[in-house]
């Protein structure tokens, strides 16, 4: 059974469509700040030799994977290392698929968000308090009071049906659909973030407060947390570790170059950071608002309550900061759907209806739960909601673990299976900027040791010395014995069995192509 | 693409505790945002409590809730003190009154009223130099890379 592979229309098209997977929710609001966190201007001296050392050599392996195997990451990773590297392969694509069902849920709040600040003034919504349904009543500032008071209710559920169904239809013609997306989605980013960054800088102040960001406290090179936030910061921002390039590298020509794709993608990827860190700032600064490194509180608390502050034109750039985190997320939702359908497509040659149509309504069923309102933290000692609590806890292991596990499997299934040589000369093949061995390098020694040691520092520093994550926090106010005093466990046995459980599986289960070879062999015998 | 919700609970604190502290008794010196006015680093300020109390004190944080954060604690009197700032950007200002331990010494710190300000870099060039020049490595690096792709033809 042979078919056509799906191709990218132009250069562009890929571009646009990788740095978009690229740039999402962490970009605008993590990048500034992780670097506010860790001593601005001097963070970019880790930041930097993390791109070079870690997140470009990882971006052109991710390529150059999908475009030598012309496959999605399972298979391309079988192709590389066996039944081994596939294994690995479906838990990154498992490990992605728990990480786009939260992440849908995240972009339902955001189009609630963007809802009470088309039907209200933002000096209503951000500003003041707002008296909670639950908790006797309590009334606590906004946005926050905002947040929790719509977080609580069904309606985020409609949100999240929205950009299901956009998920759904963006990738309904594979790169057909997402490549004519991301040429209205990406520009538009852009074009919104300066528009931001104008704001932020014009007001009275701003111009300090990009100096600030930038200025160096030398005194946090010396520290290991500083370098490790560093190197995860590149990982998770250039969408490592998901699949996703390798899927996206696979509609490619073979013969394109693949350095240069990556360097391309990277450097846009860490520019729209660079640029959100300016903007973010610049407000910041002149308003006086402390930032937190944390993505929801960013997006939720620290950015809207800077914005309800601006002298002028507050409305607009409430909707206008909103729709920049819905496209963004959205550029990201759909390669992470693609990378999932494109998995099942290669292995089980499903038809993309049935498949998109199976994976959406799953899909939906799993972003409902992050969304569940039900309130089991009444006087908000902690998340809240249960879809809160539950994201929180998934996102930890998900986010923290799977990437870097998943980074760290694949460099070594590369570089020791098949010999991260072989990808090297098929890169350099085409390429005018030319792999050396440094690549080898850094793919068999380097890039693993970094990742591992920063996996065993996130073990010990997370979960032994401070307990199983969330245990502390849960128990704080759900009472003992019962299954919610559970669900830290259940968390991560979920994720485990979701991951490490149905990869077995798929990796046992044969696909089409081995179905064939099989039928060929015993033919042939006949 | 980064997410997670580390640090939620201690935001949604903060917002907690800000309902009840951040009422903005505290005044300084020179700190005018609307007119762009703002304590600049090594220039003195007068700190103001709006009420003053028996032994109280100004607590100093330098980018609070960061790995780099440090603080200073200056002694007031008559609810006020001079303050030079040490290093620019946000700066929480707290008043409060130290609990006195068993062993003698200061147990923890009672805030009473506190305040977030943003410090004037003297020195602002470093900075600028510093956004330039990674501007120009991300920027220059995606419009090299774009060159060469397209010239593949």
Not at chain 1, 48 to 59: D, S
Not at chain 1, 120 to 130: A, D, L, S
Request: charge should be positive.
């Amino acid at each position: 059974m042979s078919e056509t592979r799906a191709q990218w229309k132009s250069k562009f098209g890929f571009i646009l469509a990788a740095s978009g997977s690229a740039i999402g929710l962490g970009n605008i609001v993590f990048f500034p700040a992780n670097a506010y966190k860790y001593g601005g201007g001097a963070f970019y001296l880790p930041y930097f030799i993390a791109l070079f050392l870690v997140g470009i050599p990882v971006m052109i392996l991710e390529f150059g994977l999908g475009a030598w195997a012309k496959k999605s990451f399972p298979l391309a990773m079988r192709q590389a290392g066996g039944k081994a590297g596939e294994f690995a392969g479906w838990f990154a694509i498992l490990n992605a698929a728990f990480i786009t069902l939260y992440y849908v849920t995240i972009l339902g709040w955001v189009v609630g968000m963007a809802g009470e600040a088309l039907a209200n003034p933002v000096n209503e919504i951000f500003m003041g308090k707002t008296k909670l349904a639950w908790g006797a009543g309590m009334q606590i500032p906004n946005p926050a009071g905002t947040f929790f008071a719509m977080i609580s209710t069904w309606l985020p559920m409609a949100g999240v049906l929205f950009v299901w169904l956009l998920n759904g239809l963006l990738v309904s013609k594979g790169t057909k659909t997402i490549e004519a997306a991301v040429k209205i989605f990406v520009p538009l980013m852009w074009l919104t973030m300066i528009i931001l960054i104008v704001r932020g800088v014009t007001l009275p102040g701003g111009m300090d407060g990009v100096s600030y960001l930038f200025s160096p406290d030398l005194n946090v090179l010396g520290r290991m947390d500083v370098w490790k936030g560093a190197m995860s910061q590149m990982f998770f921002t250039l969408s490592l570790g998901f699949g996703v390039m390798t899927a996206y590298a696979s509609y490619l020509p073979k013969k394109s170059d693949h350095s240069h794709n990556a360097f391309t993608t990277s450097l846009l990827n860490c520019g729209f950071e660079w640029i959100a860190g300016v903007a973010i700032f610049s407000m910041l600064f002149a308003l006086s608002i402390q930032p937190k490194a944390s993505t929801l509180s960013m997006m939720f608390f620290i950015v809207p309550q800077g914005i309800a502050k601006l002298p002028m034109g507050a409305q607009a750039f409430a909707i206008g900061f909103f729709f920049l985190l819905l496209i963004a997320g959205l550029t990201s939702s759909i390669s992470l759907v693609e990378a999932l359908v494109a998995a099942m497509q290669d292995k089980f040659k499903l038809s993309r209806a049935k498949t998109l149509a199976f994976f959406g309504i799953l899909g939906f069923l799993g972003s409902a739960a992050f969304a569940l309102p039900k309130v089991i933290d009444p006087g908000l000692g902690s998340n809240g909601t249960l879809g809160l609590t539950l994201l929180d806890l998934m996102d930890h292991w998900a986010f923290s673990y799977g990437l870097l596990i998943v980074g760290l499997v694949e460099c070594l299934v590369i570089g020791w299976g098949i010999g991260s040589h072989r990808i090297r000369d098929f890169i350099n093949q085409n390429s005018k900027f030319h792999l050396g061995r440094w690549f080898d390098v850094l793919i068999k020694f380097l890039i693993p040791l970094l990742l591992a040691v920063i996996l065993l520092m996130n073990i010990v520093q997370g979960e032994v010395l401070g307990g199983l994550y969330g245990s502390s926090a849960v128990t704080n106010y759900v009472p003992k014995g019962g299954i919610l005093s559970s669900l830290p466990v259940i968390i991560l046995f979920v994720w485990l069995l979701g991951t490490l459980g149905l990869a077995f599986l798929l990796t046992r289960a044969k696909g089409v192509d081995e179905v064939d070879a099989v039928c060929s062999e015993e033919g042939g015998m006949q | 693409m980064k997410l997670v919700s580390q640090g939620f609970l201690m935001v949604l604190l903060l917002f907690l505790l800000g309902s009840a502290t951040v009422l903005g008794q505290i005044s300084v010196e020179g700190f005018q945002p609307q007119k762009n006015l703002f304590p600049i680093v090594g220039k003195t300020a007068m700190v103001v409590s709006g009420k003053a109390h028996k032994g109280e004190r100004l607590r100093v944080t330098y980018r609070p809730q960061s790995a780099v954060s440090h603080v200073e604690i200056l002694n007031m009197q008559k609810g006020r003190v001079a303050w030079k700032p040490a290093a620019p950007g946000l700066v929480k200002l707290e008043v409060g009154v130290p609990i006195p331990g068993k062993a003698g010494g200061d147990s923890g710190f009672d805030v009473l009223d506190s305040k977030s300000i943003s410090v004037r870099s003297d020195r602002p060039a470093l900075g600028f130099g510093i956004m330039i020049l990674a501007g120009l490595i991300l920027f220059g690096g995606a419009a090299f890379s774009i060159r060469n792709l397209l010239a593949e033809g």
